[in-house]
């Protein structure tokens, strides 16, 4: 059994990670808030035996084989550097950092002690991108020469908190929507982003100038170039990710979620094919790799460097909106 610590009394665990860690028979032993009460609340209602507002104390029991940090963004690299030192197995939530040098240190901390370190990239975990990515592999679509990726979506008024008024916790769409943009198309399209435009906007919620949405076009490796819409703003818009080939295109709706749903369809000379793909939960499919990439089998789902990557991918387009200029994505790897 692998045992876990939680580090941040966050929704995200609540409603996903919790869940995704038992069903692999994995056990969550403690809780860590900055705030005792809401460290001690959080355990009683999700089952877990104890709670701290302290990292050492959660960090020094030898009862804690791994650590999933998901706290607000600011505060990875040092909690994931702590983990490191105590020779604990990391999973960081996206963005890793504010900053790729930060990123970097992270993810070489973790190869120095010997442990595992992934990004909670959930999409890719998808039956639905995984489908795709299959089927652009396989030539399907012939040679891939455009992406259109829909993530605009509303931001519900009980997470309507630092990500749109707190700069300094990492706050923005960018960071919170567009690494998720960056990690699918690298994944599905076995391919790198390379430079990248982008124009934002704060549409009403994002305060004090912080971006709620984002607009980007990308160009990859490959020569194919990528358009992106993130949004908090955008009530009724739905989400899709398409990919379009010299023989055919990829369609799929509703599928930059957190729940394994949607459709994928190949249009081509020879009509609509709806694709069927695995439905499973992202999450448990995550924590299944993680816990095998624990025991020695396999690499996690997505790994320090996969967060390294759309980590400078956010950063280039936040500098690209603020200049105005094509801005290469530069990963240091
Ligand atoms: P939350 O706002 O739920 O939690 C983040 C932190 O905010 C917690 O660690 C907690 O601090 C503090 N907090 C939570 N509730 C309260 C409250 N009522 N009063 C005061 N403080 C509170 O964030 P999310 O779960 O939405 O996101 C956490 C991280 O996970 C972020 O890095 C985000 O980018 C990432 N994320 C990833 C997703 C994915 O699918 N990969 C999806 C959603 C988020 P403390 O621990 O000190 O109590």
Not at 90 to 117: N, Q, T, W, Y
Not at 118 to 138: F, K, Q, Y
Request: net charge negative; charged share 20%.
């Amino acid at each position: 059994t692998i045992r876990w610590g939680l580090v941040g009394a966050s929704n995200i665990a609540r409603e996903h990670v919790i869940n995704a860690i038992r069903a692999n028979g994995g056990e969550v032993v403690s809780v860590m808030s900055a705030d005792a009460g809401r460290a001690n609340a959080y355990a009683a209602a999700n089952g877990i035996p104890s709670a701290t507002d302290s990292l050492d104390a959660l960090l020094s029991r030898d009862d804690v084989d791994a650590v999933y940090i998901s706290t607000t963004n600011e505060l990875h690299r040092d909690q994931a550097l702590a983990a490191a030192r105590a020779g604990k197995h990391i999973l960081c939530e996206k963005p890793l950092a504010l900053d790729l040098s930060d990123a970097h240190r992270m993810v070489d901390a973790a190869r120095a002690a010997g442990v595992v370190f992934a990004t909670n990239h959930h999409l890719r975990n998808a039956g639905a991108h995984r489908a795709m990515r299959t089927a652009i592999a396989e030539g399907r679509i012939g040679r891939p020469l455009a992406a259109r990726v829909f993530h605009a979506v509303f931001l519900p008024p009980f997470l309507q908190g630092w990500r749109i008024n707190a700069p300094a916790a990492g706050g923005g769409v960018i960071l919170d929507i567009a690494v998720h943009d960056a990690d699918t198309l690298r994944f599905v399209l076995q391919d790198e982003p390379e430079s990248v435009v982008a124009m934002t906007q704060s549409g009403g919620m994002g305060e004090g100038g912080l971006a709620d949405a984002v607009m980007t076009t990308v160009t990859f490796r490959s020569g194919l170039i990528a358009q992106t819409h993130d949004a908090f703003t955008a009530k009724y818009a739905g989400t899709g990710f398409e990919v379009h080939g010299t023989e055919g295109s990829l369609i799929a709706r509703d599928v930059m979620t957190q729940k394994p749903v949607g459709s994928v369809v190949l249009r081509n000379e020879s009509g609509e094919h709806v694709i069927d793909f695995d439905r499973g939960d992202l999450y448990v499919r995550a924590l299944g790799a993680f816990h095998g990439a624990v025991r020695g089998e396999g690499e996690p789902a997505a790994t320090g460097e996969d967060g390294i990557r759309s980590l400078a991918f956010g950063l280039a387009v936040a500098e690209a909106a603020k200049t105005g200029g094509t801005v290469k994505v530069e990963t240091g790897l």
